[in-house]
């Protein structure tokens, strides 16, 4: 080995242990992005952990895999070399492992506060459907009939629209069922009962 290598190679190493940041994040912020989807989550909906997990794990493959490299480039051609007599593609790989760490934080950053602004959105949300709840166990147990107040348990519930619910009890037979409209948009939720027999529709 000629001395250009002999100071190449220790030179180059030096660099990369700088910027060696990029993959033990990946590992740690992914599972903490998974995390915080399945407990913070942006969607009303939820996201259950496995999900989230893999979710987190694509958005920041894109991140480290895709953006990272394309800023790295764009900055590299913008800035002078930081030292002059190490390896160009060292610096380069150096710049983008930082720029991919730095991502990867703000991902961690961005998904806490979508989740936080969410949450009285979800907390609402809740306390709508549980109001709703409450309206048709109290009308059923109050003024329902007999095979009602059986099937009550087996009640099934659909949200229509903001704070406004269809729930339907089954019959005995589990053929026909009676269902009610429930508007939990005012403090006092309001119940209705809905005509048709027809159980309660869910898009696949």
């Not at 309206?135 to 099937?151: P, S």
């Not at 009890?169 to 009962?193: H, Q, S, V, Y």
Request: charged content about 25%; hydrophobic content about 45%.
């Amino acid at each position: 080995m000629n001395p250009h290598e002999q100071r190449f190679w220790p030179t180059r190493m030096r660099w990369r242990l700088r910027g060696a940041w990029m993959w033990p994040s990946f590992v740690a912020l992914t599972v903490l992005d998974g995390f915080l989807l399945h407990r913070l989550s942006p969607v009303r909906e939820g996201i259950e952990l496995i999900p989230a997990l893999l979710l987190a794990t694509f958005g920041n493959l894109v991140l480290i895999g895709a953006v990272a490299p394309w800023l790295a480039r764009r900055m590299w051609k913008r800035r002078p070399a930081a030292d002059p007599g190490t390896p160009a593609k060292a610096q380069l790989e150096v710049l983008s492992d930082r720029i991919g760490t730095g991502l990867l934080v703000a991902s961690v950053f961005g998904i806490l506060a979508a989740g936080l602004a969410n949450r009285p959105t979800i907390v609402a949300e809740t306390d709508q459907r549980q109001r709703a709840a409450q309206e048709l166990f109290d009308f059923v147990t109050g003024h329902g009939n007999a095979e009602l107040r059986r099937n009550l348990e087996a009640s099934d519930t659909i949200r229509l629209g903001e704070a406004y619910y269809r729930s339907c009890i089954p019959d005995d037979d589990r053929e026909r069922w009676t269902c009610f409209f429930l508007d939990a948009t005012t403090k006092r939720t309001k119940l209705i009962r809905d005509p048709s027999a027809l159980p309660n529709r869910r898009d696949p």
